[in-house]
């Protein structure tokens, strides 16, 4: 049962009683089609559909690109991620933020918000050459979070450790960490060279390096056994923090927490009480172990006294994946259960496709946020203008991020008439009711299970007539790609070039 009421509770003003609390969820690749919210039959998520229904349930809200750390990116910093040619990083990359750079967190703690950041990371940390055994900086803490408690990168790469305000959390000084993503230490054994290690789980492709808790990883890691994480365990360590965070936190001040979810991305290991809840293997299990999460976020707040005076914004970082590099039968079970992870869209995670990018969306405000259904076009880069404008706080010039306040509270049906979307450095337009992708080689259908699309021209789909977009209109619609064509060029600038683009589909 969900623990939320599916009411609007009381008659509190637009902003409430006070400057609200904020906590932001990002689920990592959960599909518009992986929560019951939406209409899925295949799973329940009580605690999610609890957000939807209490709040405001998004049918067009959008992450930035089809990919993590550049949808991340723009999330946070309010800038289209193709602009920082931001690209899905290795664990030990720099952090891809400038620490000059005008950030979400950075904009709140100037509205007297404290700020923490929880989970998954994903966009880099230090300058390069990252020695893991000493404080690591720049990270979360100069881009603008007081606290911070995150993985590195993504739990299927190395170091597989969390990462505490800077320094590697349990670590023992006697055995210091190594990482390396170009070769591996010499005599320490890999996926490949000792397949016996591998007991929790079997790679089908990438995935083939060092092996942690019997599961093997990308990249290369020595040492530093005391403070490497138990994946199992995972969830609870990080709802713990989230609890022990909103008991501590001073009340006298408002605070923002970014919590970034870990599932249902690769490695699939939830909690032992969560395998089998789902009846569709781990990937299933993975997301009940989330929608758990979120309920007890809620919780949490509930028993602080913090619940209605708290905005709870939850979403993920980009589209579905089946098959992502495990051989754990996710693609097997998601077709007997009859599961639609995209929910009727066409692509998934990496796809320029609708799928890659429109995901779960939901608001939820107790007693200020009245329960509705929005088809608003919404990005998640405009969080940032859109919270500002909540806060009475000013945003930089020059940030792509648009303030659409109105449609996030909904309290009004305006929101934005165009944006990009990104995967893998390549673009589209989304246009009102239009999709326009322009010619755009992505893979043939793979292993991931996604169509990533071949298109030689643009193409132009009505998503309101066809939201899987099954069908072009771009012949019965000339003059309209003639403008759209325009438009995207003007949006885009110098980063694309027509002439590129059609060279590498020859």
Not at 447 to 459: I, K
Request: proline share 6%; aromatic share 8%.
């Amino acid at each position: 049962m969900s623990l939320l009421t599916l009411g609007c509770c009381g008659s509190a003003g637009m902003y409430g009683q006070r400057t609200p609390n904020i906590v932001l969820i990002l689920a990592d690749d959960l599909g518009y089609g992986d929560v019951s919210a939406y209409g899925a039959r295949t799973i329940a998520t009580p605690n999610i559909d609890g957000l939807a229904r209490g709040g405001i349930s998004f049918t067009n809200g959008h992450a930035s690109s089809a990919t993590s750390t550049p949808s991340r990116y723009a999330l946070l910093t309010g800038m289209y991620p193709w602009r920082r040619r931001a690209n899905i990083l290795p664990g030990d990359a720099p952090l891809i933020i400038g620490e000059e750079q005008e950030t979400l967190p950075k904009m709140l703690r100037r509205a007297g918000y404290r700020t923490a950041a929880i989970g998954k990371w994903h966009l880099g940390m230090g300058r390069g050459r990252i020695n893991w055994n000493e404080l690591i900086a720049p990270g979360a803490r100069e881009v603008g979070f007081d606290y911070s408690c995150i993985l590195s990168a993504t739990v299927d790469r190395v170091p597989t450790v969390y990462v505490e305000n800077g320094r590697v959390l349990g670590l023992d000084p006697s055995d210091p960490i190594e990482v390396s993503y170009q070769k591996p230490f010499d005599g320490e054994p890999t996926a490949r060279t000792n397949p016996e290690l591998m007991t929790r789980m079997r790679y089908s492709h990438g995935h083939d390096q060092t092996v942690v808790n019997g599961i093997p990883r990308i990249g290369y890691m020595r040492g530093g056994k005391s403070a490497v994480w138990k994946d199992d365990e995972m969830a609870d360590f990080l709802v713990g923090k989230v609890r022990e965070y909103i008991d501590t936190v001073a009340k006298d001040r408002p605070f923002f927490l970014y919590y970034g979810l870990h599932e249902p991305h690769v490695p699939r290991v939830p909690a032992n009480r969560f395998v089998g809840a789902s009846g569709m293997g781990p990937r299933g299990d993975a997301i009940v172990e989330a929608d758990w999460c979120v309920g007890e976020v809620v919780k949490a707040l509930e028993k602080e006294g913090l619940l209605d005076n708290t905005l709870v914004i939850f979403t993920s970082d980009n589209g579905p994946v089946l098959d992502d590099g495990y051989a754990d039968e996710a693609p097997e079970l998601a077709a007997r259960a009859g599961h639609d992870m995209n929910g009727g869209l066409r692509g998934g995670k990496y796809s320029l496709f609708e799928a890659g990018t429109r995901v779960p969306f939901f608001v939820y405000w107790r007693g200020s946020v009245a329960p509705q259904r929005s088809d608003a076009l919404f990005s998640q880069h405009d969080l940032f203008a859109s919270l500002a404008a909540l806060v009475h706080q000013t945003v930089p010039e020059g940030l792509d991020s648009e303030n659409h306040l109105g449609a996030l509270l909904g309290r009004s049906g305006k929101s934005r008439k165009a944006m990009i979307v990104e995967a893998s450095g390549r673009l589209a337009l989304r246009y009102g009711r239009y999709a326009l992708v322009p010619p755009y080689r992505g893979a043939k259908k793979n292993a991931t299970g996604n169509e990533l699309g071949v298109v030689d021209h643009y193409a132009l789909y009505d998503l309101e007539a066809d939201p899987a977009q099954q069908h072009e209109v771009t012949e019965s619609h000339p003059r309209l790609v003639r403008k759209l064509r325009k438009q995207f060029l003007k949006l885009v600038g110098e980063y694309y070039q027509e002439e590129k683009q059609q060279e590498a589909l020859q």
